[in-house]
């Protein structure tokens, strides 16, 4: 523990899921340079498509249903939204504490989604990148600390993914994308 003090990561020690934070940074560049020396993605356009395609479906419905859940703890919290104590609630506390968990994981399966962009060729800009590293931060923080707030940010959160998911879904298969393309800058 006093290693982790002396090189500030005394957070990390909360969770060793945060060091994954490390090899989603790093590892960034060395995917670059083989995604453009290998041209994997060139040579297997249909299965990565379909690959993508397919996280991205399973990344919208895992969206709408922690979003929907998180909904239905706070509508049905036994002292109200505003109260204390929302992890512990007698009524929906295990599943607020499940669904705020299962989120924070998401968060660093989020990492594809730049790893996919890298393997396409295409540029990650700042703000994804800054996103994919704190989202796990905060939400990591929010579960571990019981933070009474954990639900804007699943509720949010998850109803701005699956609009967002969804249509890189359709930019994919080629499918008309049900809203204009504006409405999800205006969620965010």
């Known amino acids: ?8 990561l005394r957070y990390f020690a909360n969770d060793p899921l945060y060091f994954l934070i490390f090899p989603y940074c790093l ?3 060395i995917c670059r340079i083989w995604a453009k020396e290998s041209a994997f993605y060139e040579k297997n356009k249909e299965i990565c498509k379909k690959i993508m395609a397919g996280y991205n479906l399973i990344m919208t419905i895992f969206s709408l249903v922690c979003a929907s859940v998180m909904i239905y703890c706070l509508m049905n919290l036994r002292k109200g939204v505003y109260s204390v104590g929302h992890y512990d609630d007698e009524d929906v506390g295990n599943t607020y504490n499940t669904v705020a968990y299962y989120f924070y994981l998401s968060k660093y399966v989020e990492f ?4 996919f962009l890298i393997l396409c060729n295409r540029p990650v800009i700042w703000l994804q990148y800054l996103h994919h590293i704190g989202a796990p931060l905060d939400m990591g923080l929010a579960y571990h600390l019981k933070v009474e707030a954990t639900w ?6 998850g109803i701005i993914h699956t609009f967002m998911y969804y249509y890189y879904a359709c930019c994919i298969m080629k499918w008309k994308y049900p809203f204009p393309k504006y409405f999800i800058t205006v969620l965010q």
């Open 1 to 8: 523990m006093d290693q982790l003090n002396m090189w500030g």
């Open 152 to 157: 804007i940010f699943v509720a949010f959160n």
């Open 112 to 115: 594809l989604d730049t790893f």
């Open 27 to 29: 590892m960034q560049p």
